[in-house]
């Protein structure tokens, strides 16, 4: 079905609402150049975050490893709870104090359980091949792939069902890690709290991007103005990409938006 919910945004987005129903993804709507390869942005830490779940399942590696400062586990770096700062040599926290976003804490689990250098195969050969995706990382591993929004379709249908990684491994990924810890989602300010699961953003009681989702549905954005929201307990989700930047814009059309398209979704 065809919609012109999301051209509402400037510029050029595209868009597919979702639902996955015994394993089968129905699309409820979708608008724009779903083909055209677009910079995820920060949506690329919910491709690392499920490579290392499946990592995870094999057995392979262990949310509880110490692989930061000061104690800091690998569920402390996805989850924004390991004290790094935004950067690498921007203030350090103590760890699991607040939550603070770090593109660091990202790369350096990423880095640790690939390899340095070898992020890029990393993800191809734990998601990217095999969800049939012809997305790839260009760039840094907390933000540089580069992707289709169908292939945003097959990532949010990865995290609602179990396939590439186990349920309970997905459970727990998209459960709030450390809860009850405030801290600020880039561009819509600072919460209490603010939870996060090992990689996806988990809504709680925020108002903000994630407009009237649940509290337990996760997601992430990116700085590209791409978006992918979804809710597990019943199968939904929706994504976008965009060719104008997130701004003013995104903060002030997504919380209405992505909770029209949950409605449509749920008709």
């Not at 097959?154 to 491994?169: D, R, S, Y």
Request: net charge negative.
């Amino acid at each position: 079905m065809v919609s012109d919910a999301a051209p509402r945004w400037p510029g050029a987005p595209a868009h597919v609402v979702l639902r996955v129903r015994d394993g089968r993804v129905e699309r409820v709507e979708e608008s724009g150049d779903l083909d055209e390869p677009r910079p995820w942005a920060s949506v690329t830490k919910l491709a690392v975050a499920l490579a290392v779940a499946v990592e995870v399942d094999l057995g392979r590696r262990a949310y509880e490893e110490v692989l930061g400062p000061d104690g800091a586990t690998l569920a402390h770096l996805l989850a924004h709870a390991s004290g790094l700062g935004l950067e690498e040599g921007d203030r350090v926290q103590p760890v699991g104090t607040r939550r603070v976003y770090s593109n660091a804490g990202v790369e350096r689990a990423a880095r640790a359980v690939a390899g340095e250098g070898l992020e890029a195969a990393w993800l191809a050969e734990r998601v990217f091949t095999p969800l049939a995706m012809s997305s790839a990382l260009e760039g840094r591993a907390a933000a540089g792939v580069v992707g289709s929004t169908n292939d945003l379709v097959a990532l949010a249908a990865a995290w609602l069902a179990p396939g590439l990684v186990g349920e309970a491994t997905l459970a727990r990924a998209t459960t709030p890690y450390l809860a009850d810890l405030a801290g600020v989602v880039p561009g819509f300010g600072r919460f209490d709290p603010c939870p996060w699961g090992l990689g996806p953003e988990v809504a709680g009681v925020k108002h903000h991007w994630m407009g009237a989702w649940p509290p337990a549905s996760f997601g992430h954005f990116g700085q590209s103005g791409a978006l992918l929201l979804a809710d597990a307990t019943e199968g939904l989700a929706v994504v976008a990409t965009s060719t104008v930047a997130f701004g003013p814009w995104a903060v002030a059309l997504w919380p209405h938006w992505t909770s029209a398209a949950r409605e449509r979704a749920r008709r």
